[in-house]
């Protein structure tokens, strides 16, 4: 069974950027893309990007100027890093397996944007 | 960027009847369209891929139809577990998701 989890910071300053990392067990992340999805508090989920193990990556056009996401086959981990967040990138962050269909989610962190 | 819009925004039904759900793309995605179950607090749960295959551990009374811009999730005797927020998702052009239909008891 394949399962992830997101880890990182809970609390950014505005104008900073956010950080966080998944780790995929029961999986080797060399199969499938894997994304990085999120839900501000309320509203409908948003999908920020996509990796694959090779470095094939594609982002949400509206976040692709503030947003990187990394893999590291090693630890078999994604990361992800949006840039100088605002209040608007208050959400809960979810990684999740994807080939077009989104089979395995994380649990989801709630990650505030505030000073 | 591909709209996805859900209707209607809130579903009241009563156990044992049927839920209709909408799903509507602003341009073709062909089939490439799933649904997905959120209850509060929880991750989204695939329940339907390929506009109509049902995910691993489904129960059949989901259902899944519709092609092109025009999709329907039909939920057949509803039990208490399926009280829940329904989203739909394109995968044709990047990922996007629908707001969302609650379905709520009557």
């Known amino acids: 069974q394949v399962q992830l989890q997101e880890s990182g910071p809970g609390l950014v300053k505005p104008s900073e950027t956010l950080s966080l990392t998944c780790t995929v067990s029961?999986?080797?992340?060399?199969?499938?893309?894997w994304s990085w999805i999120r839900q501000p508090p309320g509203k409908r989920l948003e999908w920020i990007g996509y990796i694959s193990y090779s470095g094939s990556i594609n982002y949400n056009p509206s976040l692709t100027s503030r947003v990187t996401i990394s893999v590291d086959t090693s630890k078999n981990q994604f990361s992800l890093k949006l840039r100088s967040v605002t209040a608007a990138d208050t959400a809960v962050y979810y990684c999740?397996?994807?080939?077009?269909?989104?089979?395995?989610w994380g649990p989801g962190t709630l990650v505030t944007v505030s000073s | 960027e591909i709209v996805m819009t859900q209707s209607p925004a809130t579903l009241s039904v009563s156990p044992g009847e049927r839920a209709t759900l909408s799903c509507r793309a602003s341009q073709s995605v062909s089939s490439n369209l799933a649904w997905y179950q959120q209850k509060p607090g929880q991750a989204p749960r695939l329940l339907i891929f390929g506009a109509s295959t049902r995910a691993t551990g489904i129960p059949a009374r989901f259902s899944g139809s519709g092609s092109g811009t025009e999709f329907t999730l039909t939920i057949n005797s509803l039990q208490s577990e399926d009280f829940a927020v329904y989203y739909c998702q394109q995968f044709n052009n990047w990922r996007t998701f629908g707001q969302g239909t609650k379905v709520e008891i009557k």
């Open positions: 999740a397996r994807d080939w077009g269909t989104i089979d395995f």
């Open positions: 029961g999986d080797s992340i060399r199969d499938y893309y």
